[in-house]
């Protein structure tokens, strides 16, 4: 079964542009997750979708967004990046496996630098 | 104030040495996880402890969960190079069970 993909692994982009990432989640899973990744803050929970609703979100500003399509894929946006958003953007699936806990798969990861 | 608090931070050993990281925190869960992140990659779940004063082994590696679930540990025998990575402990929420909280990480570097 193949992992979760996310393009593009790698993007620049300058301050003031807007960026839109995307997931693709293991087959079968429809809860995708977004985490951003720095040095400094560690892995943080941005949002999460499920049966393209967002079902919870994180404590970032409302320059980053997301949504979820029917075959549960799903993309995130941020806009007027700044500084600060260069990091690693990690997407995760997983299956709700009812009264155990979630195990979310991650994918690689898309690398953006905001200069 | 984070939720979980790795010690140490870093780490540095060489190949055949044990070595143990920990997660702390003064909150009580009903779950803890341990990743293992490589360069380049994201996070691959190692482990997940459920009760307290429980251990599980995988392999060289060996997972406890605190008697009053605040804390963890991982203890690795024997490193070997293929350790090397940063170990991040998780545990589901707050408020909600569809989201992780990451502790600190702790980066370990295991050298010939």
């Known amino acids: 079964k193949a992992g979760v993909t996310q393009t593009p692994r790698y993007l620049i982009k300058t301050r003031g542009q807007q960026v839109t990432l995307s997931c693709s989640p293991i087959?079968?899973?429809?809860?995708v997750s977004w985490y951003q990744q720095t040095p400094g803050q560690g892995l943080q929970f941005l949002f999460e979708y499920f049966s393209e609703t967002q079902r919870n979100k994180g404590n970032f500003p409302g320059r980053f967004s997301g949504r979820q399509f029917s075959n549960s894929r799903s993309e995130m946006n941020v806009s007027t990046l700044e500084l600060g958003d260069s990091a690693l953007y990690l997407c995760?699936?997983?299956?709700?496996?009812?009264?155990?806990?979630?195990?979310?798969?991650f994918g690689p990861g898309t690398r953006l630098t905001v200069t | 104030t984070q939720l979980l608090e790795q010690s140490p931070q870093f780490l540095s050993i060489q190949e055949g040495e044990n070595l143990t990281v920990y997660c702390n925190s003064s909150s009580v869960f009903s779950s803890l996880q341990w990743y293992r992140q490589e360069p380049g990659e994201g996070p691959v779940l190692l482990v997940t402890?459920?009760?307290?004063?429980e251990v599980k082994k995988l392999k060289r590696l060996t997972f406890q969960f605190g008697d009053a679930r605040k804390d963890s540990s991982l203890h690795i025998t024997a490193a070997q190079p293929g350790d090397t990575g940063l170990y991040l402990c998780a545990v589901l929420g707050p408020g909600t069970a569809s989201k992780l909280t990451f502790g600190t990480g702790t980066r370990l570097q295991v050298t010939l």
């Open positions: 402890v459920v009760t307290g004063g």
């Open positions: 995760a699936s997983s299956r709700p496996s009812g009264g155990n806990p979630y195990e979310q798969y």
């Open positions: 087959s079968g899973h429809r809860s």
